[in-house]
C-alpha cells in the first residue's frame, strides 16, 4: 500500500534536573556546594532518505519521542545529555504544522534535513548559585520540557514528466514501454491505484523520471475518483504528457476529455494548469475512422500546444514524443520559453469547469 499523507507528533526530550549536593570529605571540614547539571534533551530532526519511496513507516507509528537528559550528581558530575532523534522521510516530503497553513519545510534532496522538535535544556545544580554571600545554596533547578508539536507529513514525488489523463488511457501502458516500471496493466478503469516511477534512459547520459499517476475523472479536484489524492504528485514535474484515447471502441470524445482534465489540473491549481504540456494521442492503432484524431490535432495545433500520435501498445510514435520531451525537460530555459498552456493560448482550449460544457 502507499501511503503518501501521515501525521505525526514529535516531542523533544525533558532536560535532567540539577542536583543539590555538598562535598563531604575526610580532611576537608568545610565543602562547599558540589550539584552537578543536568543534561539537555535529544531534538527530534526529520531527514531526507532516498530509500524509502513512500510514508508507509507512519501507518501505525504516530508518536516519536528522543531521549531525555540525564540528572545532576554530586561532586560536580554534569547529566549526559540525551541523544538525539532521526526520523527517517523519502525526498519529496512536504512538512506542515498539525492545521495545514504554515509550511515547516520541504525536504527535497537527499540527506537533507530540519529541525522539529527542540529539547528541553538541563537545570542548573546548586554549585551553579553559590555566591561569597551565599556559600550553602539548597536549590537547583528542574530540566525543561522538551518542545512537541503535531506535523502533518505530505509526500510530492519528484519527477520531471507527469503522465496525466482519462482512466484507461494507456498511462501505465506507456510507462511500461519507455522505462523499466512495471505497474499493473487491465482493461478496466482505476487499474492504477498508486504512482508509479521510471527513468527513461535516451543513451547519451539523456535521462529523466516519468511519474504516471492514477486517471483523473471530471470533478477530480473536489474528490471524484482518486486524483484530488495524487494530483499533488504532478506538482513538482516540469512537463506534463497529456494522454488522451483517440481509439475508435473506446465510445468517448478525445477533445472534450482533453478540456475536462485541463479543467481539473486549473481548479487544483493554477501553477499546476501552467505547466508546459505535450498533448499525445494514444492508441492510434484500434484507429478506423480518425475524425477524432483530427480534430484533437487541429485543436492542440491551433493552441501552439506540441501535438504527437503514438500506439503504447506497438510503439509506434514514441520515439519522437521522448525526443520532444528532452528537449523541453533538458532545456529548462526552453521550458520557460514554451509555458504556454491550452487554456490561454490564443485559439486555444477552454477548460470545462463544474461539469458545465464549454460552448
Not at 72 to 79: C, F, K, L, M, V
Not at 146 to 167: W, Y
Not at 189 to 212: H, I
Request: aromatic share 4%.
Amino acid at each position: 500500500m502507499f501511503t503518501d499523507e501521515a501525521t505525526i507528533s514529535v516531542i523533544g526530550g525533558n532536560g535532567g534536573n540539577g542536583c543539590v549536593s555538598f562535598r563531604r570529605e575526610k580532611y576537608v571540614p568545610r565543602g562547599g556546594p558540589d550539584g552537578g547539571p543536568g543534561g539537555d534533551g535529544g531534538s527530534v530532526h526529520l531527514v531526507a532518505d532516498r530509500s524509502l519511496k513512500a510514508l508507509n513507516a507512519f501507518r501505525f507509528k504516530k508518536r516519536f519521542a528522543a531521549e531525555r537528559g540525564r540528572h545532576g550528581e554530586g561532586s560536580g558530575r554534569a547529566g549526559r545529555d540525551g541523544r538525539d532523534l532521526e526520523i527517517h522521510v523519502p525526498p519529496g516530503t512536504v512538512v506542515y504544522e498539525e492545521d495545514g497553513t504554515m509550511l515547516v519545510a520541504d525536504l527535497l534532496q537527499e540527506g537533507d534535513r530540519v529541525l522539529v522538535a527542540r529539547g528541553g535544556r538541563g537545570g542548573r545544580g546548586n554549585a551553579a548559585f553559590a555566591t561569597p554571600t551565599h556559600q550553602t545554596p539548597r536549590r537547583a533547578e528542574p530540566g525543561q520540557p522538551g518542545e512537541e508539536r503535531v506535523l502533518r507529513l505530505e509526500l510530492k514525488l519528484i519527477a520531471d514528466v507527469g503522465i496525466i489523463g482519462f482512466p484507461n488511457a494507456g498511462k501505465s501502458t506507456l510507462i511500461s514501454r519507455i522505462s523499466a516500471a512495471r505497474p499493473k496493466i487491465a482493461g478496466y478503469p482505476f487499474t492504477t491505484l498508486e504512482p508509479n516511477l521510471g527513468v527513461v534512459d535516451l543513451g547519451e547520459l539523456r535521462s529523466f523520471v516519468v511519474a504516471d499517476i492514477p486517471g483523473l475523472i471530471e470533478g477530480a479536484h473536489a474528490g471524484s475518483g482518486l486524483g484530488i489524492k495524487f494530483l499533488r504528485h504532478v506538482e513538482r514535474t516540469r512537463v506534463l504528457i497529456h494522454l488522451v484515447d483517440v481509439s475508435d471502441g473506446s465510445g468517448r470524445d478525445p477533445l472534450r476529455d482533453l478540456e475536462v482534465i485541463n479543467g481539473e489540473l486549473l481548479a487544483f491549481s493554477e501553477a499546476l494548469a501552467a505547466k508546459p504540456q505535450i498533448v499525445v494521442a494514444n492508441k492510434i492503432d484500434a484507429l478506423a475512422d480518425g475524425t477524432g484524431l483530427r480534430r484533437l490535432e487541429d485543436r492542440s495545433r491551433a493552441a501552439g500546444i506540441p501535438f504527437f500520435a503514438i500506439s503504447a501498445v506497438s510503439g509506434r510514435g514514441i520515439g519522437d514524443l521522448l525526443e520532444a520531451v528532452w528537449r523541453l525537460v533538458g532545456n529548462p530555459e526552453r521550458a520557460g520559453a514554451d509555458r504556454r498552456t491550452l487554456q490561454d493560448a490564443p485559439g486555444g482550449i477552454a477548460p470545462l469547469r463544474s461539469g458545465r460544457e464549454t460552448r
